[in-house]
């Protein structure tokens, strides 16, 4: 899965929750922050609003594309639940080594 696919979807997703911030631990590792990260996305992907902001979102890129737009704008509507379901049934630890965060 394409890295930059990955970020603007957990970035989108996580713009549009509440987040509970705790202090952070000293200790914590680059892979630990990637998989909670992961699962936290994973529950707001299960939310329909959340998906249709992203998909919203990812067409609204589509408009940088001129010409294409609308072959853009179809790839977004057929790719996205793709995406998101490839997120849903891979295991975080599998993503974040995936990305080499693990």
């Not at 490839?86 to 295991?91: A, E, L, P, S, V």
């Amino acid at each position: 899965m394409n890295p930059l696919i990955f970020l603007v979807l957990a970035t989108v997703a996580l713009a549009n929750a509440e987040v509970q911030f705790q202090e952070p631990d000293a200790d914590v590792s680059p892979c630990e922050v990637c998989t909670v990260a992961l699962d936290q996305l994973k529950k707001l992907l299960q939310i329909d609003a959340v998906r249709n902001e992203v998909e919203v979102l990812m067409k609204g890129v589509c408009a940088a594309f001129g010409p294409v737009k609308g072959l853009c704008e179809a790839l977004v509507g057929k790719g996205i639940d793709i995406v998101f379901d490839f997120i849903q049934k891979q295991k975080s630890q599998d993503i974040c080594a995936k990305i080499r965060l693990c």
